[in-house]
């Protein structure tokens, strides 16, 4: 299996010659370093919630000319879906907190309710996704007690609603084998190598990979 990222926290996994995308958001493409089509097509699509960093039809309806593919996500953001004029509604599928979708695409996905980091506006309804049993993007939430372990954890490190500190402890508590940084976009390049180092320099202290990428660089597990 094969990971990449595509900015902020669109990832996109690929197994078997089938490819999954992870909230391919506004914020991965606003400054023009990558646009949708660098995402490549895609068998999948899951959605964690509705911000526009992480949900925008604009560029899920590019996605879905290259090629139809299966939308993944709660039923909210379902609702919107279909509201956008987005996708197929016969291509939706809805995910229910703990339950797994095997098989969809080539891919097993298992739902959970995972709470929003606190902000000063209304918090939106965050869903996180394990995929194959193996990785877990958590959307916008580092609240990981009580989700089964898993090889790699896509750890939200900066935002209004995160600092450092709290995304590395989180992380150091749940003890995944690997993490990848996500929701990292809005720290500049001169910035960001400096709180790589820092992840990196607290993590594999106890053991845990760090493995930052930069766009369209693969990580295998």
């Known amino acids: 299996m094969v990971i990449k990222k595509f900015l902020h926290s ?7 010659g089938q490819r999954l995308g992870i909230d391919p958001g506004a914020f991965c493409f606003v400054e023009k370093h990558i646009k949708p089509i ?6 999948l699509i899951v959605l964690t919630h509705t911000h526009q960093d992480h949900y925008d039809p604009v560029v899920l309806k590019s996605l879905l000319r290259r090629k139809r593919a299966t939308l993944l996500a709660s039923q909210e953001i379902l609702d919107m879906l279909k509201k956008d004029g987005v996708g197929r509604e016969e291509d939706y599928i809805s995910a229910l907190s703990g339950m797994t979708r095997g098989n969809v695409q080539g891919f097993s996905c298992t739902s959970y309710e995972m709470s929003h980091g606190a902000l000063p506006v209304e918090v939106p309804h965050n869903m996180g996704f394990m995929i194959n049993q ?3 993007h958590p959307g ?6 009580g989700m089964p372990s898993c090889d790699v954890l896509c750890l939200p490190i900066a935002g209004p609603w995160i600092s450092l500190t709290s995304a590395l402890s989180a992380a150091l508590a749940f003890h995944p084998r690997y993490v990848v940084p ?3 976009v809005m720290i500049k390049d001169f910035a960001l190598q400096r709180m790589y180092a820092l992840c990196k320099n607290a993590l594999g202290k106890e053991g845990i990979g760090f493995h930052p990428l930069k766009p369209g660089e693969t990580f295998k597990v």
Not at 38 to 43: A, I, S, T
Not at 140 to 145: C, G, I, N, P, Y
């Open 134 to 136: 193996t990785v877990l």
């Open 38 to 43: 660098d995402l490549g097509p895609l068998d």
């Open 140 to 145: 916008d939430s580092v609240v990981f007690q």
């Open 182 to 184: 996500i929701h990292d």
């Open 10 to 16: 669109c990832i996109v996994i690929e197994d078997h």
